[in-house]
């Protein structure tokens, strides 16, 4: 069974890895795997208690991202919708590697938004060094109405001492992908990089990302490798100097701690018909020196 307290539910992998779910947000806070090494960040001025969402771990980005379209249902929420501010129920089970949690409308929530929804994520230890987990978006609806929603789990990635993002790079995965980038007022364009890097301040929506690549942390033994399913668009963020020192809830030089890389579905809205229920699935797998980092997908 997992441990759980007043804020969080902690599990334990078969084979000793740990992760720490915070019932806000459902947001994973902690991964670490069996070499003892924190993979995720979560900045130090951020807390499981709230009131803010968390800054840091995996929030759920849902029934939007980024800032809210400015027609019904979405008009009156904030930036990467609500799931990320509300408590989540956990579902209760005998598993110390799984946790189930839950969200529907509460009274809170139907103050913003309309529709009728259930929200079901599902986070996993296995063995080897894997943390999955499993968005479920199903449209309870009776009515003829489709249930229209983009979803991304907004991964803060936490580099290993001595290295920063910009030793950090993707495999050629993201290589002659188009991408819309934020910092440059959504301009277009195609990645012509070999192999991405994390310059400066980033925000990139890249379309149609491969359903698997693989991160390297620079000279460290350290990467992940990630595996998706209906998860086609990817993010790339990193707020950099400026933008970092800004934000009331990063630490300070948080930026060079961690790098975003957020699957989602976020290039338009899906409209679940009622009675459905849409998937979204992301596998991470710490790589150590303990699991030799592949050269690219190809060797996986
Ligand atoms: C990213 C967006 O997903 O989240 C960025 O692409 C945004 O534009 C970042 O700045 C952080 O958002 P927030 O709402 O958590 O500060």
Redesign the pocket.
């Known amino acids: 069974m997992a441990e759980v307290d007043d804020h969080t539910v902690k599990l334990k992998g078969p084979g000793g890895a740990a992760a720490t779910i915070a019932l806000l947000g459902a947001t994973v806070v902690s991964f670490i795997p069996e070499d003892g090494e924190e993979r995720l960040f979560k900045s130090s001025k951020s807390s499981v208690a709230g009131p803010k969402p968390v800054r840091g771990g995996i929030p759920i980005v849902w029934p939007c991202f980024?800032p809210a379209p400015k027609e019904p249902p979405f008009d009156k929420l904030t930036?990467?919708g609500f799931a990320r501010s509300h408590v989540w129920k956990y579902e209760q089970g005998n598993d110390p590697a799984v946790a189930v949690f839950t969200l529907e409308p509460n009274a809170d929530i139907k103050k913003v938004y309309a529709p009728d929804f259930r929200l079901k994520y599902t986070v996993k230890l296995t063995a080897g060094d894997v943390l999955e987990t499993t968005l479920d978006v199903t449209n309870p609806s009776t009515a003829s109405d489709p249930l229209k929603f983009q979803a991304l789990l907004?991964s803060y990635f936490r580099l290993p001492e001595g290295t920063l993002p910009s030793d950090v790079t993707i495999d050629d995965s993201l290589t002659g992908l188009r991408y819309k980038d934020?910092v440059l007022n959504f301009q277009e364009g195609t990645e012509d990089r070999k192999s991405f890097t994390f310059v400066d301040e980033t925000?990139r929506v890249y379309a149609d990302a491969p359903k698997s690549f693989v991160v390297k942390y620079g000279k460290s033994q350290q990467g992940l490798k990630f595996e998706f399913s209906n998860l086609g668009d990817l993010?790339t963020?990193n707020p950099h100097v400026e933008k970092s020192a800004s934000?009331a809830d990063m630490e300070e030089d948080g930026w060079k701690k961690f790098i975003?890389l957020?699957p989602g579905h976020v290039h338009d809205f899906i409209n679940l018909q009622p009675g459905q229920t849409w998937t979204g699935f992301q596998r991470l797998t710490a790589l150590s020196a303990r699991l030799s980092l592949p050269a690219n997908n190809a060797a996986l």
């Open positions: 980024g930036q990467h907004h934020k925000d993010v963020w934000m975003c957020e």
